[in-house]
């Protein structure tokens, strides 16, 4: 079984789970532009989820969802203020690492934020983008960067621009050329 696949089915056993206990959530990293790609190797996934007012923390409402749970362990670090999320019915097992919403992703993940791919809530390819530019910013990593061009140049035509930082991805397109024509694409839909 390819890895892209096995995060997928870790994936989706773990969102059925958040779904049961109502807990709003949506994938992504590497996995995400794997599917698109139809590549059989991916390396990073995430989950992000929502948290708020009146809810527990995000950790927390992870933590409740899997209790009881055979499948999964959750590995928590309270010294870097990590939580991960171990499914264990794949050998060896599949670590989703989970992130609040707002921090890591858009702060509401609703049917304006998500979008289905294989029966899987991913976040759109606007927020994808947006939270990898936010990610290559603070660390400029070659994977979030690889990540982004391969996202931007396939899929330009479904980018809300009023989601992506004009100034970072300006940089962004400064030191990666070989995306700055779906960029000015974009521009050029919005009238920019």
Not at 8 to 16: G, H, M, P, T
Request: proline share 5%; with cysteine.
């Amino acid at each position: 079984m390819s890895e892209t696949r096995r995060h997928l089915e870790a994936a989706r056993a773990l969102s059925r789970l958040l779904t049961i206990t109502n807990v709003a959530h949506a994938f992504h990293g590497s996995i995400l532009t794997a599917v698109f790609a139809n590549l059989p190797q991916s390396d990073e996934i995430f989950c992000i989820v929502e948290g708020g007012q009146g809810q527990a923390h995000p950790f927390r409402r992870v933590r409740d969802s899997v209790a009881g749970n055979d499948g999964f362990s959750v590995i928590h670090s309270p010294w870097t203020n990590r939580l991960y999320v171990s499914y264990r019915l794949l050998i060896p097992s599949i670590e989703i690492e989970i992130l609040p919403a707002g921090e890591a992703g858009p702060r509401r993940l609703d049917h304006t934020t998500i979008m289905r791919v294989q029966s899987v809530p991913f976040l759109t390819v606007s927020e994808f983008i947006r939270a990898k530019l936010k990610s290559w910013m603070i660390g400029g990593s070659p994977r979030d960067a690889q990540d982004i061009v391969y996202t931007l140049s396939r899929h330009w035509n479904m980018v809300d621009i009023n989601r992506i930082p004009e100034t970072d991805m300006n940089l962004f397109v400064s030191r990666n050329t070989s995306v700055s024509p779906a960029w000015f694409a974009i521009k050029r839909k919005y009238g920019i």
